[in-house]
């Protein structure tokens, strides 16, 4: 089936340190591909997309992901975390015009 | 503020009942996603409607339905209410037909406690 897979549930990061939240996809053809993140009691908010071009995507709130065709990947970085980056993560992907997501990854950022 | 609003925040009900969601999009987007949101099931896209019609469909059951109305608002119709039911419930737009290559909009969800 056409998915994204996220591997870890949570991720945990001290504050100033880099993180990296995993996506990796499986999708014939070229995927679309997107970051939405979720705070506590709110909707997803939109991060970034790829669709075409340049394997670097930079997004919002500093975030960036690359896309990786050989390695099937589509991970989300950012050079130095916050506290206020802490949330739940998830990765999506277009499958016959429809995002299907993945499972969503809790990313917590210690002061 | 994503500019989707949602209503009610929560609501509770019981089994067998039959309840209806709202959500007004952003002013200019045509399309309307709505998505159910639990814990065993993750997030799943139920149905989209763009400009009134239907545009596609998820893993929507047969117990529920939708519509777009002229004015662009959605409702989610749930009916014959099962436990599993509960979830959060989100409505996100668009303004484009196709929600693969352009962001969506997230409401802030319906949360749906079925006892």
Known sequence: AQSVAQPEDQVNVA????L???????????????WYVQYPNRGLQFLLKYIT??????????????F?????????????????????????VTVLQKLVFGTGTRLLVSP | DSGVTQTPKHLIT?????????CSPR????????????????LQFLIQYYNGEERAKGNILERFSAQQFP???SELNLSSLELGDSALYFCASSPA????????????GTRLTVL
């Open chain 1, 53 to 66: 071009g340049d394997n670097l995507v930079k997004g919002s709130y500093g975030f960036e992901a690359e």
């Open chain 2, 27 to 42: 002013s200019g987007d045509l399309s309307v996603y709505w998505y159910q949101q639990s814990l065993d099931q993750g």
């Open chain 1, 68 to 92: 990786n065709k050989s390695q099937t990947s589509f991970h989300l970085k950012k050079p130095s975390a916050l506290v206020s980056d802490s949330a739940l993560y998830f990765c999506a």
């Open chain 2, 14 to 22: 019981a089994t067998g009942q039959r309840v209806t969601l709202r």
């Open chain 2, 71 to 73: 004015d662009l608002h």
């Open chain 1, 20 to 34: 990296t939240v995993k996506c990796t996809y499986s999708v014939s053809g070229n995927p679309y591909l997107f």
């Open chain 2, 97 to 108: 037909t196709s929600g693969g290559l352009n962001e969506q909009f997230f409401g802030p």
């Open chain 1, 15 to 18: 504050e100033g340190n880099p």
